[in-house]
T-cell receptor, first 119, second 117 residues
Framework: DGGITQSPKYLFRKEGQNVTLSCEQN?????MYWYRQDPGQGLRLIYY???????QKGDIAEGYSVSREKKESFPLTVTSAQKNPTAFYLC??????????????????FGEGSRLTVL | AQSVTQLDSHVSVSEGTPVLLRCNYS??????LFWYVQHPNKGLQLLLK??????LVKGINGFEAEFKKSETSFHLTKPSAHMSDAAEYFC???????????????FGKGTHLIIQP
């Protein structure tokens, strides 16, 4: 079955530590995204990547880093510079757009999420 | 710039009664609109989408939504609520070329649907 796999589902971190959240997809999608979800806040975009070896900052990229070395994988590192990292993190991918000027189709496929708690 | 407002943070209905989740959007251009559902500690799942075809859109699990341009609304409805419908619902506006977030998407803050037995 095609889908997006995030791991770990739950993660605890001490202050000052970097942690990396894994996101793997076998949907053959070019575009992948990381969102942060806080209660009552909706989803906020951290980083996105439209193609291998390229990625762009989203609205709240400070304190985070990503890489896109393979089409299937888009790991997110939460660094010690992120002042309030406790949150639910969601990885998503989207189908390729039909036209040359479109960023994406707007339809996202989500993983099950990773909940990070800083102790 | 585009924005989306979900008018109720919480909605409570009895099982078997109709569901109405309200969403208003603001966009300078004709957007695409989506409703997603999220069960606790899970990812989001697409319920339905409007992409400038029929204004009444049918989705999964008996949900539907009507795009009303004159009212800039995209309310989600279901004739009869089921206990399994209890979840968080997100309205999302998407403009293909620019606007919204860097990905063209703007998420509402969500509506928590509670189903009373």
């Amino acid at each position: 079955d095609g889908g997006i796999t995030q791991s770990p589902k739950y993660l605890f971190r001490k202050e000052g530590q970097n942690v990396t959240l894994s996101c793997e997809q076998n949907l053959n999608h070019d575009a992948m995204y990381w969102y942060r979800q806080d209660p009552g806040q909706g989803l906020r975009l951290i980083y996105y990547s439209q193609i291998v070896n390229d990625f762009q900052k989203g609205d709240i990229a400070e304190g985070y880093s990503v890489s896109r070395e393979k089409k299937e994988s888009f790991p997110l590192t939460v660094t010690s510079a992120q002042k309030n990292p406790t949150a639910f993190y969601l990885c998503a991918s989207s189908m390729p757009p039909r036209g040359p000027y479109l960023r994406n189709t707007g339809e996202l496929f989500f993983g099950e999420g990773s909940r990070l708690t800083v102790l | 710039a585009q924005s989306v407002t979900q008018l109720d943070s919480h909605v409570s209905v009895s099982e078997g009664t109709p569901v109405l989740l309200r969403c208003n959007y603001s966009s300078s251009y004709s957007p695409s609109l989506f409703w997603y559902v999220q069960h606790p500690n899970k990812g989001l799942q697409l319920l339905l989408k409007y992409t400038s075809a029929a204004t009444l859109v049918k989705g999964i699990n008996g949900f539907e939504a009507e795009f009303k341009k004159s009212e800039t609304s995209f309310h989600l409805t279901k004739p009869s609520a089921h206990m399994s419908d209890a979840a968080e619902y997100f309205c999302v506006v998407f403009y293909l070329y620019s606007g919204g977030g860097a990905d063209g998407l703007t998420f509402g803050k969500g509506t928590h649907l509670i189903i009373q037995p």
